[in-house]
């Protein structure tokens, strides 16, 4: 995971932002490769085995270099030019965890491991991509000496091709079998959204004694003399009127 001399550059020349939606830079090698120009970094100018592994309308996943990550490793990057979590929108904030949502779990029956490490730093590329590491289980190295370690992770063209297709069927799989019942991140309106949450005194009481009764039975003596509820009704995006 080394940063080359020519990418190192690219974070200190002049700011040139470009046009709607991704506001792409001449100067990011990121923005460049997504743009299909060449960056002039070896690591970003090859090509990436079985291509695209998830093609959102905010983030594109792609396998990690060969020469710096091991098989099943893959970066996660956003389509618009921004450094991190507090330049996105709520929409790209959405689809970001709606995606590692099910692209960890991917990563993991793909590769047969327990852990999935994950850097995010921009330090020299100044556009947010996350590495997703699978943790081989074998060595002792852990945490950031086994991101660190010497020599590098390496992969061949055809185990990390081949892998990135496992992945994408099996992001694929969680796809569907978690498939969201609300509207498309972005698409909703809070206004026509309503969560009914009535409670009668009595069922409110009952669940609270019941919870409390496995935790801590003092806890349930005190519920059963304090437990007063009134009816309510909540709904999102609708303040609530002060009770008095």
């Avoid at 069927?169 to 972005?186: C, N």
């Amino acid at each position: 995971m080394s940063v080359s001399p020519d990418e190192r550059r690219s974070s200190e020349r002049p700011v040139e932002i470009g046009p709607p939606p991704y506001y792409h830079r001449p100067d990011c090698h990121i923005c460049r490769k997504q743009d299909g120009l060449k960056t002039g970094s070896e690591l970003l100018d090859a090509p990436r085995p079985g291509g695209y592994i998830v093609e959102g309308e905010y983030f594109l996943a792609e396998h990690a270099p060969l020469q710096e990550s091991s098989a099943g490793t893959v970066i996660l990057e956003a389509r618009r030019h921004l450094l991190d979590f507090g330049e996105m929108t709520p929409a790209e904030l959405a689809e970001f965890g709606s995606i590692v949502h099910r692209l960890v779990p991917a990563v993991k029956a793909a590769t047969g491991v327990q852990r999935v490490y994950l850097l995010a730093v921009m330090e020299h590329s100044p556009h947010f991509h996350l590495w997703l590491v699978p943790k081989k289980n074998e060595g002792e190295l852990r945490g950031v000496a086994y991101l660190a370690q010497q020599p590098p992770l390496t992969a061949s063209y055809s185990a990390a091709e081949a892998m990135s297709d496992k992945i994408r069927e099996h992001f694929g799989q969680v796809l569907s079998s978690h498939r969201p019942s609300w509207p498309r991140a972005g698409k909703i309106d809070p206004a026509s959204i309503t969560f009914s949450a009535r409670f009668s005194r009595n069922e409110m009481r009952s669940s609270l004694l019941r919870l409390a009764g496995k935790t801590c039975p003092h806890l349930r003596q005190s519920l059963s003399i304090h437990c007063r509820h009134r009816p309510q009704r909540l709904h999102l995006g609708q303040k609530r009127r002060s009770q008095h």
